[in-house]
Each structure stands twice: as structure tokens, then as C-alpha cells.
């Protein structure tokens, strides 16, 4: 194996370990390994894909720090199906972690929403008692073009939601995946519930 094969595999795999113990993001989790290695030659770097590999055969055989995988997934699939109904007329998709299979402490739901405007998703969230925060992320959404969206963050006890809006009434527009340049993949309700059955 080639010394900077060797390299990028330690980083992803330290990166790996960071996402599970302080349930943060991969490209944070990433940074951080490549600044506790000294590394920044790109070539050293992993790849989005390689640390998910990683998660996943870590999920399998540790079940993320012992969780009794079953019965939270379960429970985490249950408030995303809450979080999805309550956002019925926007049109959700659910996307991230929970479809890739490395979901972990500390992960987020990730949605996809459809509204005319901002505004509507507000008064919905408020006629619902929800408290939320609005923020800004710019995320790629053609071969080279990036684009700013808003999302929507909001809890349901312990787990973080995010609802990313697309202001737009096609359904079926998407973002790109910032490393492989693939559509995000993506599920409606009624699909995820089948998916659990």
C-alpha cells in the first residue's frame, strides 16, 4: 500500500472515530483529523464515501457505542415520520444519515421541503408551537454551481431536525452529493414508511 493510501485510510478512520464519539459532521470530523495528523495534501485526504464505509462497518459490528440499534433507529425513524407529517404540504423527502445507514448520536434528520415561500414554513412551525432557527447553506446544486438554501433547525427532544427549503413547487428538484456529483438520495413518506416494513 502506497505511503499516502496508508495515510488517507488513518484519516479516514480517525475521522470515522470522531463522528461517532462527538457526533459531528463528516467534513468537521474530517478537518479535524487532517489537522491532529498535520496533513493537508489533497491526495491524502478520504473521501465522503470512504469514512461513510467506515461508519457503516463500524455500525454493523459495534452498534454506534452499544446503542441497541433496533430499538432507537426505531425510535429515530418514528420522530422523522412525525417531523415528515408535520410538514406534509410542503411535499418531504427525507435524506442523509438515516437513509446512508450510518445514523449515530448526535446526527441530524435531514429533510427536504417545497414551498412558495419562507414565510409559509414559518407560520407553520409557529402555529405549531415549534421553536426553530433559520439559518443560510449553500450547497452544490448543478455540476458547478453552488446555490444558497434556507433550512430550518429545530429539535424534538433530544433529536436534531433539519429542514432544508427548496423554493420551488417541483418536487423533484435535488441537490448534488459535493463529492460524487450524484443527486442526494431521497425518500417521500410514504416510501420511508414502506422502507421500514
Keep these: 500500500m502506497k505511503s499516502y493510501n496508508r495515510q488517507k485510510h488513518m484519516i479516514a478512520a480517525e475521522a470515522a472515530n470522531i463522528v ?3 457526533g459531528i459532521d463528516i ?3 474530517r478537518r479535524e483529523a487532517c489537522k491532529k495528523f498535520g ?5 491524502k485526504i478520504p473521501k465522503d464515501q470512504e469514512i461513510q464505509a467506515l461508519l457503516r462497518e463500524r455500525s454493523e459490528l459495534f452498534n ?5 440499534q433496533d430499538k432507537e433507529l426505531e425510535q429515530i425513524r418514528q420522530t422523522a415520520v412525525k417531523a415528515m407529517q408535520l410538514f406534509t404540504e410542503f411535499r418531504p423527502k427525507i435524506t442523509g444519515a438515516i437513509l446512508d445507514g450510518i445514523y449515530h448520536h448526535g446526527s441530524s434528520i435531514e429533510l427536504h421541503i417545497f414551498a412558495n415561500t419562507i414565510e409559509e414554513v414559518e407560520r407553520k412551525l409557529i402555529h405549531s408551537s415549534v421553536p426553530f432557527e433559520l439559518n443560510e447553506r449553500k450547497l452544490k446544486a448543478g455540476k458547478n454551481s453552488w446555490e444558497t438554501f434556507y ?4 429539535y424534538a427532544g433530544d433529536d436534531k431536525i433539519e429542514a432544508l427549503i427548496f423554493l420551488s413547487d417541483d418536487p423533484h428538484r435535488n441537490i448534488l452529493d459535493s ?3 450524484a443527486p442526494l ?3 417521500s413518506l410514504k416510501q ?6
Design 179 to 181: 463529492v460524487s456529483d
Design 39 to 43: 496533513i493537508s495534501d489533497r491526495k
Design 20 to 22: 461517532i464519539e462527538k
Design 185 to 187: 438520495e431521497r425518500l
Design 27 to 29: 467534513e468537521l470530523a
Design 192 to 197: 420511508f414508511m414502506e422502507l421500514g416494513k
Design 151 to 154: 433550512l430550518i433547525t429545530f
Design 64 to 68: 454506534y457505542q452499544g446503542m441497541k
